[in-house]
């Protein structure tokens, strides 16, 4: 037999997920019921309660993967940057909350992209919600955007990690590798493939005892 072509190989990723997804479900509600309908003691309840977490964390890698096989941009518009930065800059602020962390949101001059707007809210949120992770309690992170005389889009966030050792910047784009304790390590890996096959990409800049910087490239339309 040969070997799996990219294609094939997608396809047999995204039905191995599917048939996962469903007893997983199952799984998940029964577990459910076992609680809802008995009175569990203490021991049973802490075990219970593992494994819904055990489900839920397959189900999270499972989503990605999905994600990650099959990411293309599906309905690509021409949105403003500074109108869908104001948008997940409202959607984010609970979280901010919760985790005392303050964004800071600055612009350059007016620009538009050319991209699938839902993947774009995800790419951007996907790089925040990192930001916030790696960053302390009362910690200020931030995001901004310019372009260039070449008409180069940039949107940057950076976060307040306090630093990135050398062999965890080696590794940090590559799958699967994770310093989040709830991560899947896919998540960058899903950002740099969506903004590839919309004509962009993904650089990170490491600041000396200080954080991170991500920034994202697209062509200006």
């Not at 294609?7 to 459910?32: C, F, W, Y």
């Not at 009175?39 to 219970?48: I, M, R």
């Not at 899947?184 to 005892?209: C, D, H, R, W, Y």
Request: charged share 25%; with cysteine; proline share 5%.
């Amino acid at each position: 037999m040969g070997e799996l072509n990219s294609k094939d190989l997608s396809e047999m990723v995204l039905r191995l997920a599917h048939g996962i997804r469903n007893p997983l479900a199952t799984i998940k509600t029964g577990v459910q019921l076992v609680k809802h309908l008995s009175d569990p003691n203490e021991e049973v309840e802490e075990y219970l309660d593992s494994a819904l977490d055990g489900v839920d964390r397959i189900d999270l890698i499972i989503r990605d993967v999905q994600r990650y096989v099959k990411i293309a941009p599906i309905r690509p518009e021409k949105i403003s940057v500074s109108s869908i930065i104001n948008e997940i800059t409202l959607e984010m602020e609970p979280l901010l909350k919760k985790k005392e962390i303050a964004l800071r949101s600055f612009s350059g001059e007016s620009c538009s992209i050319f991209v699938d707007y839902k993947q774009m809210l995800l790419t951007i949120k996907e790089l925040l919600n990192n930001a916030i992770e790696h960053s302390p309690q009362g910690s200020t992170i931030s995001i901004s955007w310019d372009k260039n005389k070449k008409r180069q889009v940039y949107i940057h966030v950076e976060d307040a990690c306090g630093g990135v050792k050398p062999e965890t910047e080696q590794k940090i784009m590559r799958p699967f590798f994770s310093t989040s304790r709830v991560g899947t390590g896919l998540g960058l890996n899903i950002v740099a493939k969506f903004l590839e096959v919309s004509g962009g990409n993904l650089n990170m800049s490491p600041k000396v005892n200080k954080g991170c910087r991500f920034t994202i490239m697209l062509p200006e339309v």
